[in-house]
């Protein structure tokens, strides 16, 4: 099997076992590359906790160079991941094609049993933090374009996933809702994997019946928000920048309709290295939502999602 380099912040994915994906490309995988394209190259690229990585390279009909970019992962549970994937990546790629890589397709493997793929455009990129005007400006125009789409409902027609974790992404007419069910869900699985803790009892009820509604509840009162297309997991590990054109881009997606401000949440934690600067800077091109005193606390709301992305 290919060796995985290790992660960011410590992580190292889990080791890998069963067949190797990307010793010849799968007649499937093949099926769904431009007509006449020929494969030249498979190699394992890149390092991912929860799926495996490779670099498909071939040679389109013209001759012209043309590489891919090709996900795996195993199961039920890899299949509905790499699902969400292609839908959260197709529906970001109808409103900003400039800002993620064109995907193409998903699947499962005919050679290797219960292997499903994604196969999208195959960027070179610089893995350091995007600049910061172009990257909060895109990242504003995603959700600013999107708006003439909303479905003016909060949520996403399928399951997407945070990493492992799927989302409920069932509709919901209020933010207040759809986020209230999802931290449930994420403390529900919380407490699954780590066991009751009187503590965090106390402070989820808190969180359920003060925090959310004083926080949340004013946007719906106030008719202050519509739902945007967001990506949904928009962390340094999910951007980067294009070598070949020297512009943001993001991947890795988990789109849902949501409040806007509900992206940058992440940003707010010192160890997921945007920071403030990024914050103030989407401000200039997404203004605050009302009542806009509100905008800190609303952000450490939003920012509790990382607590329990890797549980």
């Known amino acids: 099997m290919p060796d995985v380099r290790e992660a960011s ?11 190797n994906p990307f ?30 990585t490779a670099h498909l ?25 790499l699902n969400g994937e292609f839908e959260s990546m197709s529906a970001l790629f109808a409103i900003v094609p400039d800002f993620v890589p064109k995907p ?15 196969l999208c455009d195959f960027h070179d990129m610089t893995e350091e933090l995007p600049e910061i005007e172009s990257f909060t400006a895109s990242v504003a125009r995603l959700h600013r374009d999107s708006l ?29 809702e759809y986020f209230k069910r999802g931290m449930t869900r994420m403390l ?6 780590q066991g009751p803790s009187e503590e965090l009892e106390k402070l989820t009820e808190q969180l359920y019946e003060k925090v959310i509604p004083r926080l949340l509840r004013p946007l719906t009162v106030l008719k202050s928000i519509k739902p945007v297309l967001i ?3 928009l962390w340094y590990g999910n951007c980067c920048t294009d070598n070949a054109t020297g512009k943001p881009i993001v991947f890795d997606a988990c789109v849902f309709w949501a409040h806007n401000e509900y992206e940058i949440g992440t940003w707010r934690a010192l160890r997921y290295r945007f920071g403030k600067s990024y914050i103030k800077a989407y401000q200039k091109h997404f203004h605050v939502s009302a009542p806009e005193e509100d905008h800190s606390d609303r952000n450490a709301l939003y920012s509790i999602v990382l607590i329990f992305k890797e549980i």
Not at 62 to 78: I, M, W
Not at 188 to 193: I, M, P, T
Request: hydrophobic share 30%; charged share 20%.
């Open 188 to 193: 529900d699985l919380e407490r699954n994997v």
């Open 231 to 233: 990506h949904g997991d």
């Open 23 to 52: 010793k010849v490309a799968d007649p499937n995988v093949v099926a769904e590359l431009p007509e006449g394209c020929q494969v030249v190259n498979i190699t394992p690229h890149g390092s991912s906790f929860w799926t495996q």
């Open 9 to 19: 912040d410590g992580y190292v994915p889990p080791p890998r076992t069963g067949p």
């Open 104 to 118: 193409y397709a998903w699947g499962t493997y005919k050679d290797i049993e219960g292997m499903h793929f994604f």
């Open 148 to 176: 003439s789409q909303s479905p003016g409902k909060f949520g996403f027609p399928i399951t997407t996933y945070m990493g492992p974790l799927p989302q409920d992404n069932t509709w919901c007419d209020t933010w207040e």
């Open 57 to 81: 390279e071939t040679v389109l009909a013209d001759g012209r160079p043309k590489s891919f970019f090709l996900k795996v992962a195993l199961d039920e549970q890899g299949r509905r991941m």
